[in-house]
Nanobody
Framework: VQLQASGGGLVQAGGSLRLSCAAS????????MGWFRQAPGKEREFVAS??????YYADSVKGRFTISRDNAKNTVYLQMNSLKPEDTAVYYC???????????????WGQGTQVTVSS
């Protein structure tokens, strides 16, 4: 599985962005898809994941971010609203077989897309 993330950019605090992650392969619907982020000087952290229909979110983004997927388009999305400066990071999409927050459980990773939130 190859993953290509896009949609990052510069936005003011309170604004919105939608990230996309396009996947290759015919078995996309069988994978758990996740979003992670890594801020400068910090470890990569879980943001959200979605199996076929079940979603999980980090506490820091609950109520602001929404993960969704379109299996017909082999694409997973991350809608980010009410963005805060602390959301600034490189955002990565990932694919795995288990719905988990653990980085090591994801087998495939995209290249990352930069999100910068100005105050």
């Amino acid at each position: 599985v190859q993953l290509q993330a896009s949609g990052g950019g510069l936005v003011q605090a309170g604004g919105s962005l939608r990230l996309s992650c396009a996947a290759s392969g015919r078995t996309f619907s069988s994978y758990v898809m996740g979003w992670f982020r890594q801020a400068p000087g910090k470890e990569r952290e879980f943001v959200a994941s979605m199996s076929y229909s079940t979603t999980y979110y980090a506490d820091s983004v609950k109520g602001r971010f929404t993960i969704s997927r379109d299996n017909a388009k082999n694409t997973v999305y991350l809608q980010m609203n009410s963005l805060k400066p602390e959301d600034t990071a490189v955002y990565y999409c990932a694919a795995g077989r288990v719905a988990t927050m653990k980085i090591g459980s994801y087998d495939y990773w995209g290249q990352g897309t930069q999100v910068t939130v100005s105050s």
